[in-house]
Nanobody
Framework: QVQLVESGGGWVNTGDSLRLECAASGRALSWYAMGWFRQAPGKEREFVAAISAIGDATDYGDSIKGRATIYRDNAENTVALQMNGLKPEDTAVYYC????????????????WGKGTLVTVSS
């Protein structure tokens, strides 16, 4: 079992940067590929970013590619998402996710979800 807790969300202006963090407890994070998804009001949950268990592979959703970087620190059991050049369409609840399989994760095959943190980008 893994418990995931997101932090770092908030209200920002267009063009600002924001760093989201996900802290894990329970089983060591090094067992899991980790990722971020988001869900805007009235829309389906969308893949944002993923990083493999040892950090040697990353992947990004088309909507955020080039404006975000995902990091992990297995010693600290944390994963972070640095987002730059934020736009109003980035407004969503951002969820941390864990999966034992990297390629399952990027196809929404998630084993554990956090409860989410809200990011609001003002125009």
């Amino acid at each position: 079992q893994v418990q995931l807790v997101e932090s770092g969300g908030g209200w920002v202006n267009t063009g600002d940067s924001l760093r989201l963090e996900c802290a894990a407890s329970g089983r060591a994070l090094s067992w899991y590929a980790m990722g971020w998804f988001r869900q805007a009001p009235g829309k389906e949950r969308e893949f944002v970013a993923a990083i493999s268990a040892i950090g040697d592979a990353t992947d990004y959703g088309d909507s955020i590619k080039g404006r975000a970087t995902i990091y992990r620190d297995n010693a600290e059991n944390t994963v972070a998402l640095q987002m730059n050049g934020l736009k109003p369409e980035d407004t969503a609840v951002y969820y941390c996710a864990a999966s034992e399989q990297y390629f399952s994760l990027i196809k929404y095959g998630v084993d554990y979800w956090g409860k989410g943190t809200l990011v609001t980008v003002s125009s």
